[in-house]
C-alpha cells in the first residue's frame, strides 16, 4: 500500500444504499479538510438499484464483492488493499456526516499521535428504528 502523508481513506461499504448515497457522497466532498486529503473508496457487494449510477457522478474508486464471498470484515479489508491513505475512515452508506468537519475532528486526534483509533458517534434520523435510536442515544 503506498501511503501518503495526511490523506485520509474513507471506505464505503455499499449495498443497495441508493436512499442516503448522495447525501453521504456530497457530505464528504464539502469537507473542511485543512491539510487533509480525501480518497473515496467504495465497496459494492451487488447492488441493484441505482448505488453505482451515484456513485459515478463522484470521484470514488469502486471495488467490488461478491455476494456470496460477502462479511463486513472481508468487505472492509478489500477497501483497505484499495486505499493509499495514512488514515482509513469506515462508514456505512446509509451514514451521512453530522458537519462539514467530521473528517477533521476524527482524524485530528490520530494525526496529532493522542490516539491509535477513533469513532465517531451516530445520530438518530427520522427513518432509524426505536431500538436503534436508543442504542445511539446512550
Known sequence: M????????????????????QELLGAIGVQ???????????????????????VHKFDCHITHIDQSEFTFGRSLNIGCDSSHGEFLVFVSGHCVPCDVNWLTNLVSPLAERKADYVYGRQVARDTTKFSESELFRR
Open 2 to 21: 503506498v501511503e501518503i502523508k495526511n490523506r485520509v481513506s474513507v471506505i464505503i461499504r455499499t449495498f443497495n444504499e441508493e436512499q442516503y448515497l
Open 32 to 54: 473542511e479538510l485543512d491539510e487533509l486529503t480525501v480518497e473515496t473508496i467504495i465497496v459494492d457487494s451487488g447492488s441493484t438499484d441505482s448505488t453505482l449510477q451515484i
